[in-house]
C-alpha cells in the first residue's frame, strides 16, 4: 500500500503545520504533501525487506530468551537498561 498526499495531508493537518482544504493544484502545502507522499513512497519501496529481518531478529530473541537461564536473561536486561554512563563501568 502506497502513501498518497492525502495521507501525508492529514498527518500534517494533526500535526499543525497543515490547514485548509486539500487541492494540490491550488494549495501549495496540499502540493508539497504530494511530494512528500512521493518520496516517501520511495524510501520504503527501497528498503521493503526492513520488517523480515525485524521480524527474524524479534523471533531469535523470543527464542534465546526462551532457552536461556532466566537469571542471564535478567542479568542482561538490567545492563541495557543502565544509564548510559555506566555501560563502560559494569560488567555483566
Known sequence: ???????????????????????????????????????????????????PALIESEDAMRAWEANTPREKVLRLYKFLNQPESSFGHRAL
Open 1 to 51: 500500500m502506497q502513501l498518497t498526499g492525502k495521507d501525508v495531508w492529514e498527518v500534517g493537518v494533526k500535526m499543525g503545520w497543515a490547514n485548509g482544504s486539500y487541492n494540490p493544484r491550488t494549495n501549495g502545502m496540499a502540493a508539497r504533501a504530494e511530494v512528500m507522499a512521493s518520496l516517501l513512497n520511495e524510501v520504503i519501496a527501497q528498503h521493503e525487506n526492513w520488517l
